[in-house]
């Protein structure tokens, strides 16, 4: 994990706890010394160039206001102000997992997965599937 975290924040990781739940990967809760808090996804499954992109995406919606979901941590070595890459082509995927499975930072968005929610609280299933489907027209629209 601290090698990973390195290539984006020079804070030192203090914990970290293994998250389940999700599609896809393995995600950890990423505590550090400075006091922030993030989201490690190694993305088991999917190559660093669809790592990358899926990461691009996320981050363009970020830039244009939607802004409340996890969003790409950009990696120390990859410039703010452009679209210039790291030294191996990433601005978002660090590639220092042992096996070098991609992974990358995200920011931690407190909350209870939509999932649970349907299956704890059956009654909110329409607003939760409200509030999706409302995502997905604001990033269509």
């Not at 996804?41 to 691009?56: F, V």
């Not at 931690?108 to 999932?115: E, K, N, P, S, Y």
């Not at 299956?119 to 599937?129: D, E, F, G, K």
């Amino acid at each position: 994990v601290r090698p990973i975290v390195s290539e984006y924040s020079p804070s030192r990781v203090v914990s970290s706890k293994q998250l389940f739940g999700g599609y896809s990967g393995s995600n950890y809760l990423i505590d550090l010394e400075d006091g922030s808090t993030y989201v490690l996804k190694i993305t088991n499954g999917y190559s660093a160039e669809h790592a990358e992109l899926m990461c691009r995406t996320t981050y363009h919606l970020g830039t244009r206001g939607y802004d409340d979901c996890c969003l790409p941590i950009l990696r120390s070595d990859a410039r703010h102000d452009d679209d210039e890459e790291g030294n191996d082509g990433f601005r978002f995927v660090s590639l220092k997992e042992k096996q070098r499975v991609p992974a990358f930072l995200l920011t931690f968005c407190l909350g209870t997965q939509a999932d649970k929610v349907i299956r704890t609280s059956p009654t909110l299933a329409c607003t939760v599937m409200r509030g999706i489907g409302g995502g997905l027209a604001r990033m269509h629209a």
